[in-house]
């Protein structure tokens, strides 16, 4: 009988190891801190992998963005989803099924790159009839068509997703391993669709916040956001707590005020609105109803204290939950609940990666540098969990942020991985404000990542050209050579950000005091959001920018020079006094040149007067066929 009870011990032990990992093998054996990992790897490969040179995991839209950019490029990728359908996370949240993300469908302007400045939702593409714009008119749609846009999105792009495919485990080969060299890839085992081993050059991973950020409010009689019921019957005439007070916290107080008797909020700190902050993550306006009914005294209820000092505990009589607050006893409310939900957020699942690429968190992020990669070459983080580098500033956690972001990670491959320069446009530098212009009051990536994302236009004075860099990363100012592969030996640099006064935002602050500066001359006290043009005779260095870091809410290093736009409620910089007259005169002071536009005779007097002949005559006299010395034009 014990031998019997052994051996049945020692089968169940078995298959729970394969079930664990998914394969023929114990754990172990898919530990790469297990010296034998090289060698089992190698083999599982060969005998049930495939190769890609890139593998995204998650076909949100993170996901699907940057397999579209690398479809573009024709370069080889897979991406694999644990579940069936893409954009899975939007059958499910929010929760109760309203974006709050704009939908800006009439904007009074034909311009595409301005009417995307006001559309959150829509991935970037050169299809027009996947604009999320097409799908509905209200300003606020319904989560539902997001899961039929991003299908749409897949299917009409042609990516390529392999689903029901889910990771368990994911490392890299290194070194030798028994059976000699090994290549330097990646290994990812997966379960579902053949339990699949896949390897990769780069792995790049867009599976957003996937686990719930419990807290220690684990107690089976707490409700999470992530299943709570949303069916508004359980809730009639009874009292409910909710823990947290962001956004889903609002969201779901707003869909319990006609049936509950009352609604309390808990909260570890001050609430955050967006139109206080800026940033989109905080509070937003459509989710504040709450607050309205609390502020005028409507059987809601805000409360703040610490979490750690805050135990929950349920009555085993009458079921009714109380809160104990062992450091404050006297201001525990007195009042029971009969429903507490738990809405405090989410964060990244970091349980597939094994000890040799794990990268560490960072609160509730990966640890990532600025050109979002892990301390593992090659292998990157997109999307919502790459946050983390502008988290609190921009919008890099949403979707109209990172659609941007994911264009930047895929210009440093294209550059890393294939030699491809980033994207630039170049242009002649006499007239180049009129461009410049054009640019800052259309601009859809800098404008949404504000003071992350920047637009860098190089001046090449012996050439008399500017080559213009879309939404580059301003963390990376210092590694601009080695990020684009453009060499700046002769050229000067001239970046264009937007960016908020520094004392403008912030819980508690009133924005609605603030107006516009009247004049030029007064735009470095400007408050609101406005335009300032950094020039650096020098590419900055690192030592610059750890400088920088000494005051926080500095966006860029010290400039050689400055010039600063006012605010534009419209975001119009394109009138000739304020704006085309003085950006042309701080070009001209850096370059040395005349930037005006000639006309014939202009130019002819130019001819006769001057000895030198200003830039905006040479095509003229050219064209006119007069012979000139080379050193008259200037």
């Known amino acids: 009988m014990r031998l019997i009870i052994i051996a049945i011990f020692s089968t169940a032990l078995f298959i729970a190891e394969q079930f664990q990992v998914g394969f023929a093998h114990t754990r172990v054996h898919l530990d790469d ?48 989803e644990q579940n069936n359908i893409a954009g899975s996370y939007y059958t499910q949240f929010p929760r109760h099924r309203q974006l709050i993300s704009i939908n800006k ?20 593409s050169n299809d027009e009839s996947l604009k999320f714009t097409k799908y509905s008119v209200k300003l606020f749609p319904p989560a539902d068509l997001m899961v039929q846009y991003l299908h749409d999105f897949m299917n009409k792009l042609k990516l390529r997703v392999r689903f029901n495919t889910t990771v368990v485990y994911a490392s890299k080969f290194n070194g030798q391993g028994k059976n000699g060299e090994v290549p330097d890839t990646f290994v990812l085992y997966t379960r579902g669709a053949g339990d699949v081993v896949y390897t990769c050059k780069t792995l790049v991973v867009a599976t957003g916040w996937s686990k719930s950020n419990k807290l220690n409010f684990t107690q089976p009689f707490i409700w999470g956001y992530e299943d709570m019921s949303i069916n508004t019957e359980l809730y009639i005439d009874k009292h409910v707590l909710i823990i947290g007070t962001g956004n889903s916290a609002m969201e779901t107080a707003n869909h319990l005020r006609d049936v509950a008797a009352s609604v ?67 201001i525990v409310p007195s009042n029971e609940y009969d429903v507490v939900i738990r ?57 109209h942020g990172y659609r941007y972001t994911n264009r930047v990670v895929h210009n440093i491959l294209e550059w890393r991985n294939h030699g491809v320069q980033w994207p630039s446009t170049e242009i002649p530098l006499h007239g180049s404000e009129i461009y410049m212009l054009k640019r800052l009051s259309e601009m859809p990536g800098s404008y949404q990542m ?75 006290t400007e408050k609101l959001l ?3 043009w950094y020039y650096y005779e020098t590419v900055p260095t690192e030592n610059d920018m750890r400088l920088k870091e000494i005051d926080p809410k500095e966006h ?27 950006l042309r005169r701080f070009l001209e002071k850096h370059s040395g040149e005349d930037h005006r536009a000639m006309t014939g005779h202009s130019c002819y007097t130019a001819l006769l007067t001057n000895k030198h002949i200003p830039n905006g005559c040479h095509s003229y006299i050219l064209d006119s066929g007069i012979s000139l010395p080379s050193n008259s034009l200037s």
Request: contains cysteine; charged residues 20%; neutral net charge.
């Open 450 to 524: 504000l003071s992350f994302l920047g637009e860098v236009f190089t001046v090449d004075k012996g050439r008399g050209t500017v080559r213009h860099f879309a939404e580059f990363p301003l963390n990376l100012i210092h590694k601009f050579e080695e990020t684009t592969g453009f060499n700046m030996s002769s050229s000067t640099m001239l970046v264009l950000n937007l960016q908020y006064g520094k004392n403008f935002g912030g819980p508690g602050y009133d924005v609605m005091v603030s107006t516009p500066v009247a004049y030029p001359e007064d735009a470095h």
């Open 33 to 80: 801190r297990d010296s034998n990992f090289d060698y089992e790897a190698k083999k599982a490969s060969e005998r049930n992998g495939i190769y890609h040179d890139y593998c995204i995991i998650g076909a949100g839209p993170a996901g699907l963005q940057l397999a579209h950019f690398l479809q573009q490029s024709k370069r080889d990728y897979m991406i694999l």
């Open 343 to 399: 809405c405090t957020g989410f964060k990244w699942d970091d349980s597939i990666y094994g000890s040799r690429i794990a990268p560490g968190n960072s609160r509730k992020f990966p640890k990532i540098f600025q050109d979002y990669q892990t301390r593992t070459g090659g292998f990157y983080v997109i999307g919502t969990i790459a946050h983390s580098l502008d988290f609190g500033k921009s919008a890099g956690g949403f979707i």
């Open 264 to 330: 309390s909020t808990l909260a570890r700190k001050r609430s955050a609105m967006a139109w206080q902050t800026h940033y989109v993550g905080d509070i937003r306006a459509i989710n504040s109803e709450f607050l309205d009914m609390y502020q005028l005294k409507s059987l809601n209820v805000m409360q703040q204290r610490s979490f750690e000092n805050i135990t929950i505990i349920q009555n085993p009589k009458t079921g009714k939950i109380n809160l104990q607050d062992f450091l404050h006893k006297d």
């Open 530 to 532: 406005h335009p300032w």
């Open 556 to 582: 860029l290093p010290i400039p050689d020079d400055v010039y600063i736009f006012p605010s534009n409620v419209l975001t119009e910089w394109t009138h000739t006094l304020p704006h085309t007259l003085q």
């Open 105 to 124: 469908v009439y904007t009074g302007r034909d311009n595409k790159l301005f009417q995307e400045r006001h559309d959150w939702n829509s991935l970037l």
